[in-house]
């Protein structure tokens, strides 16, 4: 994209649509908020609103980014690609970059939240930067610190931070992907040499799908199953140096380039093995677990369980910062759609002399405006998930309870936000057309660079079981010991649409205290109450269904016990995924509800309704079989969506303006104001030409004489 | 992907499942037919089912595109693949690929349905090469041969066979696409040199997208407003030369490059754009309409709407062949991911000490097998196309009404195809994880290069709209001039769920005569004749429903006409969906109506059943609203194909071996069987730990203790 185009972008602030010449007759509904005569959102508010919590440090991130020298060539080869987004991350140090989440006495910055709410905004760059700079820091580095103790980090984390010892995260194995406590590789304890051997014992064992591992990686965190004194102690992690300064590979070590992937080329994925690898027991990052000179295990964490789990989720940050990503990475392919679908005109309505705008169009709203919607609530849900990693990972919050809400949050969230990223994207290609398909415009770069968050840091359907289970647990704790009454209580409750307060994760009825602003709802059949009432109830029943249908289990053989959870696992995920949409729709509503300016907070608000109403839409099946809607209230859904869509059109620039992106960060020449330009051109042409009195005149005119 | 792990792809006919060592009380249903003790389908039989009328040719196809020189190279940079793929197509003249459409005078071999057979399967080898056979000889060719006369014929056709003449196919512009009537570039006639001067007036009306523009096209068919003597008879198709011998555009001919794209990166795509370009009076292609030496304008078509739909409709064979090749895109995701699911082991299920393998899982059986359902019923609704497309091009049945017809079905077909191909292939690569985004395993390839087709040769959306207009227009037609009496006569029928015998495209209860052997079916709720039933009545009454409120309109200005379509337009494109799903539904239980092999046909009625309750259960809410199903009917749809998954799981690899693919087609190293033999070498190895003592004891079990 030349400089010129990113000069010409209108946006933001100055939607083209404003300068369109009001067609008579065209089914057309008012452009912007200023045409409708309406109350409009203060679009840099919302930009606050939106960048939340860290919106200092994610400003200051767009900020560098500006910096042409951190985008994504599109096309490039590549080999090429991965040199320029190694060169990326030794900027990305100059700038302090890779400073937030680690300790000052290694030159960090000590600053949780605002490491990953910097670190998302990288993916308006480039996501293969997004997530190499991940690998380095929030896996490699995280590892050390998170894993590790003082003496690792002595060691190794000035180095990390500066770029100087480049990582790779060797966790999944090409034979275990989601299943890491089944990986092979193993770590057995040398007590005579005081050694660990690291061994790949056969191919489903190598370390796999690694960023940093194919050329860049000097060192990896690898995870084993430590062996010590003829005892498996399960899944540690350990530094292994991978590479000599030259870049060969150290004695026994060995490798493969992943080669080319679906996306992300700009990273370095590799495979990984190891025959007989000798490293100093120093290397097992002991901080959960460790073993004495003469090979003597030992854990403060006695349950072998809860040190992986808690291991593993000292990781936790990737996934939050997935979905933040995910968010940011959605938001951008909507305000290219939006923007460009306020400017290209396709068809004459057949009632004007005049071609109909594309958002103007029934299906194009319908197409755009609830996914803005979904974005909008990702937004809020995401900040919440952001705050209570800070909160944890600061210390202020540290408790098991609290990590364990911290992990399942990110687990609900994480699966909803990459899978509405991708379908976002996908329709937002779509709606531009043959000109969504050019690289230069950036939607099928995006699809493709963000295609693999929805199988990494945890596949999504693996992520919604354990939400799941999770919420199963919950439902059971509140009626253990429970007696005929409480339960006859509790099924009373349940046909109220209660929600029972699970998964520990909000107190549904009390911090949505406002719900938004029903007052300010349209009138509709759903307002606020009605809409949290389905949601909040779905889940519950939902559960409380599955959890039924699972009750013989507990009596059933190991074997009986699985085919009867197997046969219930489709609905539970289901549930999760109805928990993650719940908690959207509440941090939405959570966020507007402090909303002063009036105008900000109605279009706001139209802006939840219609989210909630998506969401009851797209299980509107189930509302109806559970008796929850009548036919009637079910039929009316679809209709108050399409109102809403109406309400929304003329807001529609603003809410994606709203995004706070410059140029810079958009670059796509079809949100560039250039389809403006062409149109203004093409219309002009034409009325010159009548003006001229030398236009042809039509065949179908001559005939109607 | 190397010669030997070609060598290694186990399919078809050894699923490597039936190797398993079975495992007490896993969840697992039996993974292969012998295993089930069942009747199995006759896998060569269904071959030839789904290769359709044409199997011969697909199979030559096939045997040639074996040849590596076909494949696609992952990864490789733009110009290396454009020069690639341009290598491919002489190789395809070579092999008689590029002559089957044309009269043999011109060395063609003057057989349409086979021409598109066999085109289809090029997506096995590239999809680049794919479509830019199919600008050559599927647009530009075509353009020439159906919208011209013998003397272009004689002119151009045989170089443009040889590849002699390559061209590129000129109609869609930046700033119309969809709306190709409504394009800008002119072609206005000259009496006194006898020549047409082609134009381009603004930028918006530069030619884009188009394949073999930006390097190895040396003419093009322009499509260009024909104006002559003052008027302007429509859109039109012109032979205009674009470069000379050395490559470099003629005077007057300008263009650039569309740069990198989503995917298809092996064809050339560019803009052109004309300066007052002449060509001689000759270029006119003249078969609908002609312009005299003194300019004067005559066609055999006096409507200039017809006119215009006549020369596009010549030119339907694009969205035929998309259908196909989209089809059989689907089969390959499906096949690949399938393989994978039937080998791939992951967890363990807690009630024995091995892992499960994927497709054992019933959210994973849920994901795969109703999309194995639809490509299903989707290669025999494409071979019902092909012989709808192949009785009109060879002339034995070329009436307009049968031209329409076809034009409705390619309409209604090529979106459900493409979009499914799209879905499917993105379920399938996130079913295999880390490996699915890795380019070797081509699911990503797939996804990026299929992308384009939802929106190419008519937008989806678009082509909907047009039959949600024709199903309209059909509607409307049994009731013109219809009386009290008939019209309550209708909506009496209406509840008893009858068909309106609409869009002309199929008697609905004539020629889905045995409806697939009702005998076979589940025993369900739901056998054939409800499936049917429930699908076609909802055809019906969304359609009657629409013309119902869109009454008004008739009797309301031009704006409110349009504000009252735009209202519905979402609808209509639902409806237009549900159309073209009946008629898959349809044809798949044509297709297995003549089947005599017991296994067979039960195996594929099952799936036949699948496909219309997943259909079913897509639509729920709208069959609960209207009152078609019951609750209680409505929720055991979810519990029939829960079961209807699990009857057929033991069938899966039978069914994806049916698709005919050999291992050098589908060339993805974890459907070539290594997977199954990394999980063998990773058991072996800890059966032999476990055989020698020497196996570490787990720290929960000395816990135990």
């Not at 068809?347 to 071609?355: I, K, L, R």
């Not at 053989?557 to 109805?578: K, V």
Request: negative net charge.
């Amino acid at each position: 994209m030349s400089d010129a185009a990113v000069r010409q972008n209108a946006h933001p602030r100055k939607p083209a649509t404003n300068t369109r010449t009001p067609v008579g007759g065209a089914p057309t509904s008012p452009h912007s908020a200023v045409e409708a005569h309406e109350a409009r959102i203060d679009v840099d508010a919302v930009t606050d609103l939106l960048l939340g919590t860290w919106r200092e440090t994610r400003r200051e991130a767009r900020e560098m980014i500006k910096d042409p020298a951190f985008w994504r060539i599109e096309g490039q080869p590549m080999p090429e690609h991965r040199e320029r987004v190694l060169g990326q991350l030794r900027l990305l140090v100059e700038n302090n970059g890779s400073r937030r989440a680690f300790p000052t006495e290694y030159g960090g910055l000590d600053d949780n939240g605002a490491n990953l709410a910097g670190f998302m905004e990288l993916v308006l760059a480039d996501p293969s930067l997004q997530i190499k700079s991940g690998v380095q820091w929030g896996l490699f580095g995280s590892a050390i610190y998170q894993l590790g103790t003082k003496k690792h980090h002595d060691a190794w984390l000035r180095d990390v931070i500066e770029l100087d010892l480049p990582g790779a995260f060797a966790m999944t194995e090409t034979g275990h992907g989601s299943d890491v406590a089944a990986i092979g590789t193993t770590a057995t304890y040398d007590p005579e040499t005081e050694e660990f051997v690291i061994h790949t014992p056969f191919r489903g064992a190598w370390k796999d799908y690694l960023g940093n591992a194919a050329l860049h990686g000097r060192a990896a965190t690898v995870f084993a199953q430590l062996i010590t004194n003829g005892v498996n102690y399960g899944v540690h992690c350990f530094f292994v140096p991978l590479r000599d300064d030259d870049g060969a590979f150290l004695p026994g070590v060995g490798g493969e380039d992943d080669g080319v992937k679906g996306g992300l080329n700009g990273i370095d994925n590799g495979r990984l093995h190891f025959d007989h690898v000798r490293i100093p027991r120093f290397n097992l990052l002991n901080r959960y677990g460790d073993v004495a000179s003469d090979g003597t295990y030992s854990s403060e964490i006695p349950s072998p369980g809860r040190r992986f789990f808690t291991m593993l989720g000292a990781l936790v940050q990737g996934r939050v910062s997935l979905d933040g990503a995910a968010t940011t990475g959605t938001a951008l392919a909507l305000h290219i759609a939006v923007t460009y679908a306020n400017q290209r005109r396709q068809f004459d309505s057949g009632a004007g002399s005049d071609e109909v705008v594309l958002l103007d169009y029934g299906k194009h709203q319908r197409r755009l405006l609830p996914r803005l919607a979904q974005n909008y609530a990702q937004f809020f849900s995401n900040d919440e998930l952001l705050r209570t990693f800070d909160g944890v990972f600061s210390g202020r919050q540290d408790t098991p309870a609290e990590r364990e809400n911290l992990e399942t949050l990110a687990a609900a969230l994480k699966p909803l936000s990459t899978w509405n990223a991708l379908e976002t994207i996908q329709e937002a290609r779509e709606a531009c057309g043959g000109s969504g398909f050019l690289a230069e415009n950036r939607l099928v770069g995006l699809h493709q660079d963000l295609d693999v968050y929805v199988t990494f840091e945890g596949d999504n359907n693996i992520l919604l079981q354990l939400v799941g289970k999770r919420l199963l647990a919950d439902f059971a704790k509140q009626f253990r010991g429970a007696d005929a009454a409480k339960l006859a209580s509790f099924a009373a409750r349940q046909t109220v649409g209660k929600v029972f307060h699970g998964a520990g994760l909000r107190q549904f009825g009390q911090s949505v205290a406002d719900l938004g602003s029903t007052a300010r709802s349209v009138e509709l059949g759903l307002r606020a109450e009605q809409q949290h009432e389905l949601l909040a109830g779905r889940v519950e029943q939902m559960i409380s269904d599955i959890a039924g249908r699972l009750r013989p289990a507990a009596k059933a053989s190991p074997a009986e016990a699985a085919e009867l959870f197997n046969a219930n696992q489709a609905e539970l995920i289901e549930a999760a995924r109805a928990h993650g949409e719940l908690l959207q729709w509440e941090a939405f509503s959570d966020g507007i509800a402090g909303v002063d300016d009036e105008g900000t907070a109605q279009v706001l608000t139209w802006l939840r309704d219609l989210f909630g109403l998506h969401l009851i839409e797209k299980h509107l099946a189930w509302y109806l079989i559970n008796g929850r809607l009548s036919s009637q209230r079910a039929a009316a859904v679809s209709k108050y969506i399409d109102r809403l869509c109406l309400r929304l059109r003329p807001h529609a620039q603003d809410l994606v303006d709203a995004y706070g992106f410059a140029p810079e960060h958009v670059r796509a020449p079809i949100a560039s104001g250039a389809e403006h330009e062409r149109q203004a051109e093409a219309r002009a042409y034409y009325a010159d030409l009548a003006a001229s009195g030398e236009a042809p005149a039509s065949e179908k005119s001559l005939k109607k004489k």
